[in-house]
């Protein structure tokens, strides 16, 4: 059972928008810290996507947004492409466990 | 460019040893906090333990905590994971990974190394 709450699989065709959602708790999310997200494509290692909430690293498309409201996090992906088909992860830090958390993950198929 | 490599994988029985090593380059190693994440077959990421860049503030998941050591050499610019009393539940794909700040409380990992595995199992 993960500390963070992702839906097991999102799907949409190509050129639609997605989101994913991140849900958390008072000690994490809602204590303050930052969401990050990240990309994990078939057979590779993760790659971050977005950082402190809606910050997007050099290289990552605009395509790719994320947000922060309460105890939650989502991130969107819009005009979706095949090669968009992965895995990805939130994560956050909790305060109580004092230790880093990630969601259980969410499947993205593009139809 | 930055970059991490992780090598010391490999089959081991359960109960015995093993210590997983990472090779960092292309950034100011003794800048930043470093990670251990591991996943295992088919399953999501989960983080093992983080380290801060002058080793003083260390923090382990609780399925690690007593039995995993993290450490870093700054001089050789390398990240450690001593694994202890292996069970067949710590096989996985162990990733290293450079955090956001000196810290390993809250920010980010980037960029995360190719992984080594892990099999425990008789």
């Known amino acids: 059972q993960s500390v963070l709450t992702q839906p097991p699989s999102v799907s949409g065709a190509p050129g639609q928008r997605v989101t994913i959602s991140c849900t958390g708790g008072?000690?994490?999310?809602?204590?303050?810290?930052?969401v990050n997200w990240y990309q994990q494509l078939p057979g590779t290692a993760p790659k971050l996507l977005i950082h402190g909430n809606s910050n997007r690293p050099s290289g990552v498309p605009d395509r790719f947004s994320g947000s922060k409201s309460g105890t939650s996090a989502s991130l969107a992906i819009t005009g979706l492409q095949a090669e968009d088909e992965g895995d990805y992860y939130c994560q956050s830090y909790d305060g109580s466990l004092s230790a880093t958390v990630f969601g259980g993950g969410t499947k993205l198929t593009v139809l | 460019e930055v970059q991490l490599v992780e090598s010391g994988g490999g089959l081991v029985q359960p109960g015995r040893s093993l210590r997983l090593s990472c090779a960092a380059s292309g950034f100011t190693f003794d800048d930043y906090a470093l990670h251990w994440v591991r996943q295992a077959p088919g399953k999501g990421l989960e983080w093992v333990s983080g380290?801060?860049?002058?080793?003083?503030?260390?923090d382990y998941a609780d399925s690690v905590r007593g039995r995993f050591t993290i450490s870093r050499d700054n001089a050789k610019n390398s990240l450690y994971l001593q694994m202890n009393s292996l069970r067949a539940e710590d096989t996985a794909l162990y990733y290293c990974?450079?955090?956001?700040?000196?810290?390993?409380?809250?920010?980010?990992?980037?960029?995360w190394g190719q992984g080594t595995l892990v099999t425990v199992s008789s």
């Open positions: 008072s000690s994490n999310i809602g204590a303050g810290y930052d």
């Open positions: 380290i801060s860049w002058h080793s003083n503030t260390v």
């Open positions: 990974a450079k955090g956001g700040s000196g810290s390993p409380r809250g920010g980010w990992f980037d960029p």
